[in-house]
């Protein structure tokens, strides 16, 4: 991938604010959430899980997958959403290049789909023994991974998933995405969100669009789903720092989540600090997921 950062050893517990994650409920699922107005003061009895599966079930249903299709979940992760396509009765296979991640989901839901430690911008042959040949998928879904792909990155994944699908087939992209051109490190000039998230910059959300055209596929849908991802986590994360920030609050915060005992007062400060950080970069981004289809005729596809 062409960050250039080490993604193979990211979300885990060397960053301090996956750390709090995990304690807070993240496990299987690592997206942001789906959160609306009226649910929202749910999330301190229940964590963020119920609106990170939220969230993952309103991308799977944009890919409107058949039961015995095949279907590529790249950057799966933990392999949850690829799990959730093998329960309906996809034949689905997740990739993913952090190893850790892959063991996990193996562990987890190797009884319902395949999992293989890959680059989802640079495809093997095959994967898990599945061929990773041309036109012989039926959809490709990539669920928060590809902003980690950098910009060459992206056109790569974007042409391996035209590569891969069939002629009708269809990829749902769903990314974090820029509203401007300007330079992501003008805007975290610290580093500290980078490097929370191992990405070197954002692609332009009206970019995407004019890149998949270039590999072959119609754009049939974009929907923006900054408010319900981006602004209300935000509401949260501004929620938590404010509580974090003082001894009470954080009494308060490891009476709820006992697991944030083993935060030191270090670990609170540099906490607060990287979700601060967060804020600037905060007002440019966009949440969108791009529905698009190969045409039924095959297209060409980007020039090789």
């Not at 950062?5 to 517990?13: G, Q």
């Not at 994944?157 to 995405?177: A, M, Q, Y």
């Not at 049939?220 to 929620?239: F, S």
Request: proline share 5%.
């Amino acid at each position: 991938m062409g960050d250039g950062r080490d993604l193979a050893s990211a979300y885990n517990d060397d960053s301090v604010l996956f750390r709090v994650l995990r304690h807070l409920g993240w496990d299987s699922l690592a997206d942001i959430g789906y959160y609306t107005l009226p649910t929202l003061p749910l999330v301190a009895l229940t964590g963020p899980v119920p609106f990170q599966r939220r969230l993952a079930r309103r991308s799977l249903a944009l890919l409107d997958a058949r039961p015995g299709q095949l279907v590529l979940d790249a950057g799966c992760g933990r392999g949850a959403t690829t799990a959730r396509l093998g329960a309906a009765g996809c034949r689905a296979l997740g990739v993913d290049v952090q190893p850790a991640q892959i063991d996990q989901a193996r562990r987890r839901f190797g009884d319902r789909a395949r999992f293989a430690v890959a680059d989802a911008t640079a495809l093997p042959r095959e994967a898990a023994g599945i061929p990773l040949a041309d036109g012989s998928f039926d959809r490709v879904h990539c669920l928060e991974a590809a902003f980690h792909f950098g910009h060459e990155g992206r056109r790569s994944f974007l042409d391996e998933s035209f590569r891969l699908l069939r002629p009708g087939g269809r990829l749902v992209l769903v990314d974090v995405t820029s509203r401007t051109n300007r330079p992501i490190g003008s805007l975290d000039p610290s580093g500290l969100v980078r490097a929370t998230w191992r990405f070197d910059d954002l692609e332009p959300c009206e970019r995407y669009p004019r890149t998949a055209s270039a590999a072959g596929f119609t754009t049939r849908r974009i929907l923006d789903w900054t408010t319900p991802v981006l602004h209300r986590a935000a509401l949260l994360c501004a929620l938590f720092t404010g509580t974090a920030s003082t001894r009470a609050g954080r009494r308060a915060l490891c009476a709820r989540w006992p697991g944030l005992r083993t935060l030191d007062a270090q670990d609170w400060d540099d906490v607060v600090a990287v979700v601060r950080a967060h804020r600037a970069i905060g007002r440019v981004t966009r949440y969108t997921a791009y529905v698009l289809d190969k045409p039924a005729d095959g297209g060409t596809g980007a020039a090789r």
